[in-house]
Structures are given as structure tokens and as C-alpha cells.
């Protein structure tokens, strides 16, 4: 179980910092809370402690996992769907709301072969710095890396030479 100070991954949202656990009265009756602090966004966020496997907080992926998600990146020979970009939105964004780091690896690795091939429309591009930041605020706290780092790392994982953002 999580304690106050634990570094988690909040699905969609990224990675959070307990800041407590707390109990609020509901319609009547008592729930037990955790108190997440965004670290990206600094948004405060109430899970009841009920929920808390249904919504998918996590532990902070560990090494052996962030060379898998290096790995998925790097494949190049991965078939990307032809469907409609409203398919492949709702199919992305559940994978991005899994909260899983593969699966935002997955959804990034499309992309990127996406790009190759024709410009990204708005609601692309925006999926894919999303996907990317994700990924970035995960791997850099993971491995204690500067944003800038973990971006490299990832940049080059996907075989893109362009000099990382400032983001």
C-alpha cells in the first residue's frame, strides 16, 4: 500500500506525490481519501481509497521497465492502422488513459511512424507531446534524470536527431 511521500503514477494525468491521506464525510458517511499533488501541473487530486486499484495508480516504472518502453519505441516495423483519425484517437486515448508507460509508449511509437509519413493534424500532434510528456516526467523522475535528458533518451530511442524542447 502507498504511504505520504510515494512517488505514483496517476493515469492520464502522470506522475504525483501522496501528500495525505484524509477522511471526508459523504452523503453521510465517512470515506478515506488519498491526496495526490500533479507534479507536472501541481493539480490537487481526492481518490477514495476504494478506487484507488479501479483508477490505476501505480509505482514508478523501474529500470528494467523503462528499457522495455525504450524498446517499444525503437520498433520500426510496427503496422499502424489506416483508420479513421477518430478510431485511432478513442483506441489512443484509452491507452493513454491505461496509465500504463508501455502503452504510452506504444501510442507515441504510431505517431512518430504516423509523422514520417504525413504532417499530424492538430488533435495528433497534441496527443503525441502529450504521450511524450508523460513519458518524460516518468523516466526523468524515475532515473533521476533532467527533463531534457529523459527527452533525449526517448528522442533518440525513436531515431529523431532534432534537439530536444524546452518543454
Known sequence: ???????????AHGVAEIESLEEREISGSTMSFIILKILDTQMTVMVPLANIKNV?????IKSKGIDQ?????KQRSVHVDNQTW???YREYMEKIKSGSAFEIAEVLRDLN????GKELSFGERK???TA????????SISKKLDRKDAEKMILSAMGKIEAASSS
Request: charged share 30%; glycine share 6%.
Open 1 to 11: 500500500m502507498f504511504k505520504v511521500g510515494d512517488i505514483v503514477v496517476y493515469p
Open 56 to 60: 490505476g495508480i501505480r509505482e514508478l
Open 69 to 73: 518502453v525504450m524498446d517499444i519505441l
Open 86 to 88: 477518430n478510431r485511432r
Open 113 to 116: 511512424i504516423l509523422k514520417r
Open 127 to 129: 496527443m503525441y507531446d
Open 132 to 139: 511524450k510528456n508523460l513519458l518524460v516526467n516518468e523516466i
